[in-house]
């Protein structure tokens, strides 16, 4: 595909290419040593071949000459080891061991963090590529004192966007697999001379790096027992209503972690927590006043290090600080009994397209990293400028090795793969013969075509470490790959149950036509899941994420309200199927208000009676608002942070129906199934007991579920406009008593045993459940439970 092309990128700044590694074109291959005439270094001098292109073809070869590397004065060099790859320690020192293919030489730089805000590198040792190159794979081994000492990497190699190659021998590159990333140490503050992008570097371990887990061990929570709570880091405790030692970083999560106890959930996703620059959108914005940042964090700049920023340590002691900071956290989780996933972003990296800026992959061996046309332009099914190259050989393997460290070293519990999609595409370069070992004859795969089983997907579902954390996809991507129920699972795959939340919106706010649909999405949505052998539990149902409207702005918005974004409320979905419930907007009527409220209590009820995994958003147990605005990703200010102040105000209102329904949903038995319900545990019903109205203009569903610790449940929801009388089941020697009724004032609105006057609450129900009737206001959920009847 043609994409805009940055001509200014498409050669070397001549000023910037030391005149020993400009490229010279040679006819035929050739390898060999010359004495350096230079009397002030003592090297050898090389003359190295690379081969043309990167794709096997006959392209003249490119040459490079280098410096063979001289003894350092602080450092004992050696070969090295090509595996494992990154900084490891081992016999003493470090082991350094980087993957590049077509770049034809290679520096190892390591960088004091007093010289790093001055992009000084301390000392460069070049690689030889006859000792400290195998197959591909470039190595140095180092003994000597590395504190306060970072590293990143230089390549040389052709710089030919047009086939794929953007090396650069003044580019200090970090390493994929450098486990903590320093630049900046504060979020949203400039770099040395307001540089958005200021020198980054990894950092070198020690042997001091130690961490004391307290015999942590996993949680290992069947998935079907799970109610996840989608969480940003910063966003969570940034505010200054949250009253902490240290809002907004990993510490502060833990100093409110008993907030989510109280709620009753037990597994956080964190929003992406790899290292990403927030200035990577700075720019002002006048609608606001302030500055627009990357709040979200969805362009990873590395998969190894958490966010430092995040961290209250910033960059102290070269990253370890941040490093034990997140560990910290997780450990802290896992005493509360909760377990945290993570939300990781394998589908395109901060690079972006051809104008971006070179950090990491792009410098190191773009080819191989990015999915490219046969002329060097990148595919985008990101939405984002790149897509990265998943099913290559090079990069399933980086994608495993760095979920493996997040499970081995940092103790996370699975993860949720954004646009996840994206990882089962085809990668650039395909090759049958070299992914499957065989060639199908006259099956043509092309970039960027769907697999049905993607050697990734393979690779990560069958990994006997992997196999026993959570694997969630978001089952699309933005070149219109939709997998939602189809997405490649080998068993234990499970999907952001993205046709729940739509189905769920329009019935619940009574559009006809949906009933049936509604009550596939209550039973686990076995239409989508049965039939390829999985369960409920592989559906994880919401109503709310990060992206779109909270659920206050669900019931309080037509429309999307994006103009604080600067871009003209141009950017965000316009189809959300919400309804503002009469007014548009904060300021409504009471009569709107209180229905907003039932609205807000019905979506909740129906996510906790669900079969499958709930997913609560941040902020909706307390109606956060974000002014009707659905696309927030940069906004580092009140509209994206957690509102204590309004939690406390809700305690005795919404946040207490939230917290009352999540442990309804724990206690139940029947409301976390290992398998789809079937007659035998559940019937529908409609205005009357056995007939359900499945028609277009059905705005009733209700149901009963055995429950082996409740007895029996009947759940009903009306969505019209018209309140209903509803006849209830028959049950001989037993009676209904009302548990919910959305329609109720609170404290009534949920009758626990602790609410005042429920014995008086209940009895004045009695005159309809004499009759084995209950009245429905519209717009209202019902629960109610079978008891004895004292009167039978």
Known sequence: MELTRCTSCLQYPPALVPPALRHQTTPKPNLRTTPSTNATVSTTRMVVKARGGGGGGADEAETAV?????????????????????????????????????????TLCLIALSDLHQNKVTEKIPLDPLSNKTGDVWHVFLKGDFEDTLYGYMFDGEFSPEKGHFYDASKVLLDPYAKAVISRGEFGALGPEDNCWPQMAGMVPTFEDQFDWEGDLPLRYPQRDLIIYEMHVRGYTRHESSGIQFPGTYRGVVEKLDHLKELGVNCIELMPCHEFNELEYYSYNSVLGDYKLNFWGYSTINYFSPMIRYSSSGISNCGRDAINEFKYLIKEAHKRRIEVIMDVVFNHTAEGNEKGPILSFRGVDNSVYYMLAPKGEYYNYSGCGNTFNCNHPVVRQFILDCLRYWVTEMHVDGFRFDLASIMTRSSSLWDLVNVYGDCIEGDLITTGTPLSTPPLIDMLSNDPILRGVKLIAEAWDTGGLYQVGRFPHWGIWSEWNGKYRDIVRQFIKGTEGFSGAFAECLCGSPNLYQEGGRKPWNSVNFVCAHDGFTLADLVSYNNKHNIANGEDNNDGESHNNSWNCGQEGEFASISVKKLRKRQMRNFFLCLMVSQGVPMICMGDEYGHTKGGNNNTYCHDNYINYFRWDK??????????????????????????????????????????????????????????????????????????????????????????????????????????????????????????????????????????????????
Request: aromatic letters at 12%; a negative charge; hydrophobic letters at 35%.
């Open 66 to 106: 280098i410096e063979k590397p001289k003894v350092s004065k602080r450092f004992q060099v050696s070969e090295g080891h090509p595996a494992p790859f990154g900084a490891t320690l081992r016999d003493g020192g470090v082991n350094f061991a980087i993957y590049s293919a077509n770049a034809v030489s290679a």
């Open 647 to 792: 939690k406390e105000e809700s305690s005795s209102d919404l946040f207490r129906f939230f917290c009352l329904m999540t442990k309804f949903r724990r206690e139940c038995e029947s409301l976390g199934l290992n398998d789809f319900p079937t007659a035998q545990r559940l019937q529908w019903h409609g205005h009357t007991p056995g007939k359900p109205d499945w028609s277009d203009t059905s705005r009733f569903v209700a149901f009963t579920l055995i429950d082996s610790v409740k007895g029996e449940i009947y759940v009903a929801f009306n969505t019209s406009h018209l309140p209903v009388t509803i006849t209830l089941p028959e049950r001989p020697g037993y009676r209904w008593e009302p548990l919910v009724d959305t329609s109720k004032p609170t404290p009534f609105d949920f009758l626990s045993k602790e609410v005042p006057e429920r014995d008086i609450a209940i009895k004045q129900y009695a005159q309809f459940l004499d009759s084995n009737l209950y009245p429905m206001l519209s717009y209202s959920s019902i629960i109610l439970l079978l008891s004895p009847d004292e009167n039978a």
